[in-house]
T-cell receptor, first 114, second 114 residues
Framework: NAGVTQTPKFQVLKTGQSMTLQCAQDMNHNSMYWYRQDPGMGLRLIYYSASEGTTDKGEVPNGYNVSRLNKREFSLRLESAAPSQTSVYFC?????????????FGPGTRLTVT | AQSVTQLGSHVSVSEGALVLLRCNYSSSVPPYLFWYVQYPNQGLQLLLKYTSAATLVKGINGFEAEFKKSETSFHLTKPSAHMSDAAEYFCAVSKGTGGFKTIFGAGTRLFVKA
């Protein structure tokens, strides 16, 4: 199993450009998440999807949109990138089941907005 | 509301010395607690988790953590540090159901000196 995969690994954007970060998991998990990681701030939840067909805002949703394309895939879109969105983005998934609350993370996408 | 505080953004130990990374939490309900590790340029991976069974939890790579309700703490320890333990460690708290309720601490970077 590949686990959680993310593309691209690196991206540089100019202010105002748009892009979509892709995420896929092959563990048949119901829940998927997008986080951003900034130095000294831990991980902050951008959006999550508790199950296929549903999405909800997390702690820092402004400037982002998401799509839960199917059970496997959960994409994050930046419509008009800003320098404040320079960060490392992680996708994660989890199975809401008996004692299975831990999250499985992808390798991350390093985004720089100039 | 839940919150997590990790004491010390950086901890430095000598190889072979005790590792102690501190985590305090607040939660209005009995929590689920996690420690994740992040190696350079990688995503987070689960080290161990507490889900209301034994208060002393053993994880991978010789790490363990003890849940102390009276102190609202979940400190991570390892008797003897190895160079390969150098990484960033995140404490996280969850209400259990709904991983989207997982709150991550700011992280502690562990340095191991030869």
């Amino acid at each position: 199993n590949a686990g959680v995969t993310q593309t691209p690994k690196f991206q540089v954007l100019k202010t105002g450009q748009s892009m979509t970060l892709q995420c896929a998991q092959d563990m048949n998990h119901n829940s998927m998440y997008w986080y951003r990681q900034d130095p000294g701030m831990g991980l902050r939840l951008i959006y999550y999807s508790a199950s296929e067909g549903t999405t909800d805002k997390g702690e820092v949703p402004n400037g982002y949109n998401v799509s839960r394309l199917n059970k496997r895939e959960f994409s994050l879109r930046l419509e008009s990138a800003a320098p404040s969105q320079t960060s490392v983005y992680f996708c994660a998934s989890s199975e809401e089941g008996n004692r299975s609350y831990e999250q499985y993370f992808g390798p991350g996408t390093r985004l720089t907005v100039t | 509301a839940q919150s997590v505080t990790q004491l010390g953004s950086h901890v430095s130990v000598s190889e072979g010395a005790l590792v102690l990374l501190r985590c305090n939490y607040s939660s209005s309900v009995p929590p689920y607690l996690f420690w994740y590790v992040q190696y350079p340029n990688q995503g987070l991976q689960l080290l161990l988790k507490y889900t209301s069974a034994a208060t002393l939890v053993k994880g991978i790579n010789g790490f363990e953590a003890e849940f102390k309700k009276s102190e609202t703490s979940f400190h991570l320890t390892k008797p003897s540090a190895h160079m390969s333990d150098a990484a960033e460690y995140f404490c996280a708290v969850s209400k259990g159901t709904g991983g989207f309720k997982t709150i991550f601490g700011a992280g502690t970077r562990l340095f191991v000196k030869a």
